[in-house]
């Protein structure tokens, strides 16, 4: 069943990078049937592809550098031959290691942060649900109290995935909800807490406190817990969510990305910027509504998806 759900996910990633690909990805085709051999020319034309693609700059001139070290170490000459070492080049830019994944199996917290709209609650809603089926005990914190219906919005995942919720009144203390969720989460010995936070503004100095407030209580409470925080970034946005990640990464001790909404948009290269600009992994990705649209992120998987190989 698991490997019917993965391979159903691995044609709905590829349909749902089809935008990429044909915006970035057919350029990099081009380039390497329009040239015969490998000159400075080439990987000029390169470099402004990746860039073009939402690589960004620093990411790029890492995968040229790299991509140069390889053909010279293959001696290869012909650009047609340069391509296997460009997409193996970019997997090696993107991998996570196993160890990334270790809160799962431990009794953890998870943060979930990040700006509004950027599907956050609905994260944290369908890793609950992934969780429970994987026969873990899970609770939900509604600590995005300032946001109009996210507690509504987060009761719902919590019925939809049969799992305990903690929640307040709109407009309450969302130090508080985590403080409560992490007293029931001891109490009824659950495995993973999901803390639901809310998003106003990246730049306001109040949202800030508020996540330092709620990172406080949680090493103070529960500090024999496994602290994971994910921030979460829209990746139609494009250089908006890396931006996003780098803001919230130098005011929050951020462990991964959830890189949402990757289905029908041009930007999904954002991908592999963030994991390389920031050096923070890309954990999970999402391509859809339903709770299987949320996966694991694997590099294999993506960048075969993106350039349509089916190794």
Known sequence: MEEKEKTGFFSRLKKGLSKTRDSFVSGVDNL??????????????????????????????????????KVKENKIKEAAACKDLLIQTIKDQMQVQEEAYEFEK????????????????????????????????????AADTFRAGAIDQLKEWAKRAEVDIIAGQEGSDPAAIVFDAVAASKARDVDLLLCDTAGRLHNKKNLMAELHKI?????????????????????????????????????????????????????????????????????????????????????????????????
């Open 32 to 69: 390497f049937h329009g040239y015969s051999e490998i000159d400075d020319d080439f990987y000029d034309e390169l470099e402004e592809l990746l860039v073009m693609g939402d690589i960004g700059i620093n990411t790029t001139m890492r995968i040229i550098d790299d991509l140069k070290e």
């Open 106 to 141: 431990k009794k953890s917290v998870l943060l979930l942060i990040g700006v509004n709209g950027v599907g956050k609650t609905t994260s944290v809603g369908k890793l609950a649900g992934q969780f429970k089926a994987q026969g873990k005990k899970v609770m939900l914190a």
């Open 215 to 311: 990172h406080t209580i949680i090493e103070k409470e529960y500090p024999e817990a496994y602290l994971e925080t994910l921030i979460v970034v829209d990746g139609t946005t494009g250089q908006n969510a890396l931006e996003q990640a780098r803001q919230f990464s130098e005011v929050a001790d951020v462990n991964g990305v959830i890189l949402t909404k990757l289905d029908g948009t041009a930007k999904g290269g954002i991908a592999i910027a963030i994991q390389s600009e920031l050096n923070i992994p890309v954990k999970y990705i999402g391509i859809g509504e339903q709770i299987g649209d949320l996966q694991r992120f694997d590099a294999e998987e993506f960048v075969n998806a993106l350039f349509e190989t089916n190794e």
